[in-house]
């Protein structure tokens, strides 16, 4: 008998070519679905929350199935971790609602960006980190990531230009800290555009540059146009924390 099943899953992106499946690439969503269609005998079909880019890694993606196995959750958890490569890791998979929908069913994201700007190399977090040449000013970009909040058309950020559905999204909290050499950009919204997040990063580090005023960043919003808005920033340095 088929179950609907929720899992929690963790993975390092610097190797795949993102969340989505794609013939003859490593993917994550490729990974796991070749694990589980291992399990259950059968082809297997998972949905992701969302789509992280090639490079970005997640601490908590959610995802949903249907499994016709004779495994506990906790069991197919086992399983999964027997087989999926270091890089991946199931953290928890929970018997969900008949209804339940990965994608959905999601109401909010957070994403979290990290920025090193010390003078040593960061041998150890160098995967997860986007190193800058110069110190850029957080209070600067904290005054522009106040107008990026709320509900826009995010067009200008968005990195696909041949969008056709709405571009509108609603980003309710932009937080940027910094801790010792390490700068963190949080987003927490409804959801996000194709390389949005790094776009947002790559333009408030234009504005700690000095290269973009933060009071322009209205013009760039209105603007909708992904020429007017700063670079995409790399995907090392971007993480998807959690699922809501």
Request: proline content about 5%.
């Amino acid at each position: 008998m088929q179950r609907n099943y929720k899992f929690t899953i963790a993975y390092d992106g610097t190797r795949f070519f993102g969340w989505e499946r794609q013939p003859g690439r490593d993917t994550i969503q490729g990974k796991l679905e070749s694990v589980l269609s291992r399990l259950q005998g059968s082809p297997v079909e998972l949905t992701g929350a969302g789509r992280t880019d090639a490079g970005v890694h997640a601490r908590a993606m959610v995802a949903s199935v249907r499994l016709d196995v004779r495994r506990s959750p906790e069991e197919i958890r086992d399983y999964m971790n027997r087989y999926l490569p270091d890089d991946i890791a199931v953290k928890e998979v929970r018997e969900a609602s008949e209804r339940f929908h990965a994608r959905y069913k999601a109401v909010g994201k957070l994403y979290r960006y990290t920025c090193y700007d010390g003078p040593v190399k960061p041998v150890f977090q160098r995967k997860y980190v986007s190193v800058l040449e110069k110190r850029p000013d957080v209070e600067k970009m904290q005054q522009a990531a106040a107008y990026l909040e709320g509900k826009h058309d995010y067009k200008s950020f968005c990195g696909n230009p041949r969008m056709k559905k709405s571009t509108v999204r609603v980003v309710d909290k932009i937080e940027i800290t910094r801790k010792g050499s390490f700068i963190y950009f949080d987003f927490h919204g409804t959801g996000f555009l194709q390389n949005m997040v790094r776009i947002l990063v790559g333009t408030l580090l234009e504005v700690g540059k000095g290269k973009i005023k933060p009071e322009q960043i209205p013009e760039i919003l209105e603007a909708k146009n992904r020429q007017m808005a700063g670079p995409t920033a790399p995907a090392q340095g971007l993480c998807l924390i959690k699922v809501d």
